[in-house]
């Protein structure tokens, strides 16, 4: 079997590719490193020179403006120069192959590939090919495979909790959602529990949760009430239109009864819970407007922080040692 | 031409022989075993000492990607590979393209495979018209032009009225039915066993429940019809104990299994490797353990390669894209010493289910070596190591996990009806 | 070696700055022994700006070749660069690098009217034309050996270390 991938022949970072399996020095390391960053966003001039001169593409298979858009923010505080490619996939028109798609944007010089793609594990494919002919200078931020990770998304979240709640090993954190199908929740759930916390909850009807969702390291709870009593963290994720199509829920009115977070089912957590989304939300399906706007929800800073962090890993991978 | 091949030590499962024998070859049969027959001269002797000599094997599922899919392999490929691989008979599935669903189709393989006059071909003919489980084939006909058996490959049939009828008029003439067990429905869009694994690696999941679905609904049909059934590439535990049960009911059924379920399980995987990436999917570790349990004791009637050579830009994609197969007529005889070894089985054992256990399940005369049946032998080493790497592979399919690894059983030679169709290079 | 006491040294600098500081004038500490100093000057010279401090890993030029420092801190300066006096106090000076890197960044911030910069030790090996405006005293150290401010207690002190590589 392969090396992990995601680090180089010397044990260190090379590629994000995943929460799992990241060390927990790694994690705080790239936590601490985020806090100095978040400072330049507060300056006249939100620049700092580290990565000037590099190039970092943004590969985005998969559509998403508001990813893509803070990867570009957090390069171009770094002084790199950023290109973005969107490369649409459609199955009649496939094109170019992955791998030669990346060998042609190598050979412009690339310095940094961020990934987005439908397929999970595209991102290894990437790496692992990377360092197989001889490219191990480039490196790949991993900014969401198909239902496999969502790394900095993760991190940003975990920064967030830090940031309010300071100490993980404390804390109860519940999961709200469509986690089947979820890379950040894979993400988070990965980082939670290398950050040692000792209660993290899985709470989503049968037809939304993976098989086996317990080896992962969460309880499972069906009742939402249940699963949020008492917990110091809730950590909302978004549902698709497309989950109604497909067999496994009846409809939007029926899961926001259940499952959507409103104030009164908030109410059973701790006062000082807080509140997170990565965006963008379905109100009235996922969360009740109220709350998204109420004072326990960090949503907005949360895309503050996530600036921030995407700066630490960029910065941390593209230098001499990670 | 007369062949004495010297000194070796047979293996012969069907006769229950494991003693150094000699064996005596004239007008492509066996002629003698042990002793020379009066007045036989050798034109040529093969010395053999040091090394097994056993029945030429057998492999139940191998795909040679003709008709229509030379990109991924051709006849005169895969054919060689058998041989190459000790394998001189071999059953081929219907998914080319065109499907073997015409007696032309199916008269043309099996001449271009006599052309060759290398491994035996033995095609398995469509069940239904396309594999599209709507209309019935010409199984009769099918059959005269050389079909063994009918199967819809790795295809479920939707609709189980067809089913039904297919399996009816199958029965009429006492004709065979292979499947593959898996429900289409729960199946759908899954790449990968559905456990901790694929919830990990947020890869789509195909539940066992897939696979005892369809083997219950097919043991009924089965038992309905009258009709001869074949279960093929079982993968779960729990499938077994439902194949278990049938029989202990006193229902007639054969299943086989595929040889990398029974050395790799869906932790090998690894970080999204696609070389992993099967139909059906490797399941999870006490799946494997019982299949591989299940063929030392016989309750798995035979081995087969599941031979799917695919090209190289069909694995280099992502997972859930990658083509699903790996290539393994060549991997078939190591791969089984490596599965004995690992069991504590003697090699008679081991090589039973490749030799006379798979001619059963394929209703053949071979798979022996009885004196007056075909002298098609293979000769090998069984503690010689062979490397894995795209350049000895003869095949066309280099997409296998294995590459780079050091396997037990290398050939020496193959013999079909008599001739030496394949010789190793001499050893430096 | 025996090295000088860190607290004459900083009465010395303190002294020579004193008639050069207005209630307009900014320290801006550089982590972390300018940090510290900072503050201690900004006690004895009854500064009225509150000082500031500078965290230049972002600036460094070693970056490619050595990656991230593994402790960044945030920086912190709250007062308005803009057209203002400000006096960059670091430990030791030695090669100028770091005071480039913190030029650098403090120039982000905005255009100050003018910068100073007040150290305690000047090592010399200079590799860019940096100069100290304040120094308490200058000190010929062997290659490979490095001083660095620490606090004992309530007071400052030098200590003499090995250079690691």
Not at chain 1, 46 to 52: A, D, E, G, I, M
Request: with cysteine; hydrophobic share 45%.
């Amino acid at each position: 079997m392969a090396r992990n991938p995601q680090l180089n022949k010397h044990g260190e970072l090379q590629h994000l590719l995943t929460t799992e399996g990241l060390p927990r020095d790694v994690i705080t390391r790239i936590l601490d490193t985020a806090e100095p960053f978040a400072g330049v966003a507060e300056r006249e001039v939100k620049k700092v020179p580290l990565l000037r001169g590099k190039s970092v593409f943004n590969l985005f298979f998969e559509n998403s403006t508001r990813t893509r858009t803070t990867f570009e923010i957090a390069a171009k505080r770094l002084s790199a120069d950023v290109i973005n490619l969107n490369i649409a996939t459609s199955s009649t028109n496939k094109g170019e192959t992955l791998l030669d798609t990346v060998d042609n944007l190598a050979a412009m010089q690339a310095d940094m590939f961020v990934v987005r793609h439908a397929s999970s594990g595209a991102p290894y494919l990437i790496a692992q090919h990377l360092e197989a002919t001889g490219r191990d200078h480039i490196h790949v931020v991993n900014a969401g495979d198909g239902r496999h990770a969502h790394p900095t998304q993760g991190l940003l979240d975990m920064y967030t909790i830090r940031h309010y709640k300071r100490d993980f090993t404390q804390l109860s954190v519940a999961i709200v959602g469509d986690i089947l199908h979820s890379r950040v929740a894979r993400s988070q759930i990965h980082a939670l529990t290398t950050l040692g916390v000792p209660d993290l909850r899985a709470i989503a009807p049968k037809t939304l949760l993976p098989h086996d969702i317990e080896r992962l390291g969460c309880r499972v709870y069906n009742d939402m009430r249940e699963g949020l009593r008492g917990v110091d963290v809730v950590m909302m994720l978004r549902l698709q239109n497309e989950r109604m199509q497909g067999s496994l829920l009846p409809s939007a009115q029926e899961y926001f009864k259940f499952f959507g977070l409103t104030e009164d089912k908030l109410a059973v957590a701790k006062p000082d819970a807080i509140v997170l989304h990565p965006g963008p939300m379905n109100r009235g399906v996922e969360i009740d407007s109220a709350v998204a706007d109420g004072r326990q929800a960090v949503i907005l800073p949360q895309v503050t922080f996530g600036i921030a962090v995407r700066m630490a890993v960029m910065a941390m991978l593209a230098g001499g040692n990670a | 031409m007369k062949i004495h091949i010297k000194g070796g030590r047979l293996i012969d499962p069907a006769q229950d022989i494991d003693a150094p024998t000699d064996v005596f070859i004239a007008a492509g049969k066996v002629v003698a075993l042990g002793a020379a027959p009066d007045g036989f001269h050798a034109n040529r002797v093969i010395d053999a000492s040091g090394l097994v000599v056993a029945p030429g094997l057998i492999d139940l599922c191998a795909r040679l990607r003709e008709p229509g899919l030379e990109y991924r392999a051709t006849l005169e490929s895969e054919v060689a590979a058998a041989v190459a691989g000790g394998v001189t008979s071999l059953a081929c599935p219907p998914d080319t393209d065109p499907v073997l669903d015409e007696p032309g189709l199916v008269e043309m393989l099996k001449h271009r495979a006599r052309m060759l006059n290398l491994a035996h071909v033995y095609p398995h003919g469509a069940l239904t018209a396309g594999l599209k489980g709507e209309r019935l084939t010409e199984m009769g006909e099918l059959h005269d032009a050389g079909c063994i058996a009918f199967s819809q490959a790795n295809v479920p049939v939707a609709d189980t009225q067809v089913l039904f009828r297919a399996m009816q008029y199958a029965a009429t003439f006492g004709y065979t039915v292979w499947l593959q067990p898996t429900d289409m429905h729960l199946a759908a869009g899954g790449v990968a066993h559905e456990g901790e694994v694929a919830a990990r690696l947020g890869l789509t999941g195909i539940p066992v429940l897939a696979e005892t679905l369809a083997i219950g609904q097919m043991l009924q049909l089965a038992r309905a019809t009258g009709c001869k059934l074949h279960l093929a590439r079982i993968s779960s535990r729990a499938g077994l104990m439902l194949i278990d049960q049938a029989r202990l009911d006193g229902m007639q059924v054969s299943c086989d299994v595929a040889i990398h379920a029974l050395h790799l399980c869906d932790v090998d995987i690894g970080y999204f490797d696609p070389q992993c990436r099967t139909v059906p999917p490797l399941r999870a570790q006490f799946d494997r353990e019982a299949l591989r349990a299940a063929l030392a004791d016989g309750r798995i009637d035979a081995l087969c390669s599941d031979h799917t050579p695919v090209d190289d830009d069909a694995k280099q994609v992502p997972f859930a894209e990658a083509e699903p197969g790996t290539t393994g007529l060549e991997l078939l005889l190591p791969l089984t010493l490596a599965w004995a070894r690992e069991m504590r089985l003697p090699l008679k054992v081991a090589l039973a289910r490749i030799t006379a256990d798979a001619a059963r399940v394929l209703g053949l005369n071979a798979g022996h070596l009885r004196v007056g049946g075909a002298a098609d032998v293979c000769i090998f080493d069984p503690e010689a190591p062979v490397r894995i790497s795209r350049e000895s592979l003869r095949s066309q399919g280099k997409n296998t996990p294995y590459l780079g690894r050091e396997l037990p059983g290398r050939v020496s030679a193959t013999l079909v009806s008599g001739q030496v169709v394949y010789e190793a290079p001499a050893r430096h | 070696m025996s090295l000088p006491d860190a607290e004459k040294l900083l009465a010395d600098l303190a002294a020579q700055m004193r008639p050069q500081v207005t209630p307009d004038t900014a320290l801006v500490g550089l982590h972390t022994g300018g940090v510290w100093l900072a503050q201690r000057l900004h006690a004895l010279l009854g500064l009225t700006q509150p000082a500031g401090s500078l965290d230049v890993s972002f600036y460094r030029d070693d970056y490619a070749k050595r990656g991230l420092s593994r402790d960044t801190r945030s920086s912190a300066l709250p007062f308005d660069v803009e057209g203002r006096h400000l006096i960059l106090v670091d430990d030791v000076l030695h090669t100028g690098r770091t005071i480039r890197a913190a030029l650098n960044e403090l120039f982000d911030y905005g255009r100050p009217a003018k910068v100073e910069l007040a150290v305690l030790i000047d090592r010399g090996g200079r590799q860019l034309p940096v100069a100290p405006t304040y120094c308490a005293t200058r000190l010929d150290l062997a290659e490979g050996t490095r001083v660095k401010l620490a606090q004992d207690g309530e007071r400052l002190a030098l200590r003499l270390l090995q250079e690691q590589e």
